[in-house]
């Protein structure tokens, strides 16, 4: 499987980048990871979130090969248990098991580059600094191959 994970944001904190680190080096070379970060794009005084937001997704788009299938993550999308999430990705991986997931900046993902997803996934209901969502999204990429290995780190 190829990972690949699309981020839009400002300077990452040191122990954000140990933590998420830590998990990306767990993964087996196997499931071959790429990482993408474009930094968030600065309002001018005058400038409307949906122009902010639009430029951003075009950066996006840029980045995501053809080959992929691409997955936001987005306040809207679906809440999965980690056995729902495992078996949905298991699913889509049959299809293409190149996946792009994208987290948005600040103000979120374009209408247009949602549209171009095969799924829409929320971590949580909750709201998360962007630094604390990617350690998330990490470790939950480490625990489905946990889980599809039968590593004890997922109690079953």
Not at 33 to 41: A, G, V
Not at 47 to 62: A, M
Request: proline share 3%; charged share 30%; glycine share 4%.
């Amino acid at each position: 499987m190829h990972i690949h994970l699309i981020t839009v944001s400002s300077k990452q904190k040191k122990w954000e980048k140990l933590a998420f680190d830590d998990y990306k080096a767990r993964l087996p070379s196997k499931w071959r990871f790429q990482i993408d970060e474009i930094s968030t794009i600065r309002r001018k005084k005058n400038e409307s979130t949906s122009n902010v937001v639009k430029e951003e997704s075009k950066k996006i788009l840029t980045k995501i090969k053809s080959n992929e299938s691409i997955i936001v993550l987005d306040e809207e999308g679906e809440n999965f248990t980690t056995k729902e999430l495992y078996l949905r990705l298991q699913l889509l991986s049959t299809v293409n098991s190149n996946l792009c997931f994208v987290i948005g900046g600040p103000d979120g993902i374009s209408e247009e580059l949602k549209q171009k997803s095969s799924m829409k996934w929320s971590l949580t209901n909750l709201t998360l600094p962007h630094g604390l969502a990617k350690i998330v999204f990490i470790e939950q990429i480490y625990r489905l191959w946990t889980l599809e290995s039968h590593h004890p780190y997922h109690r079953y």
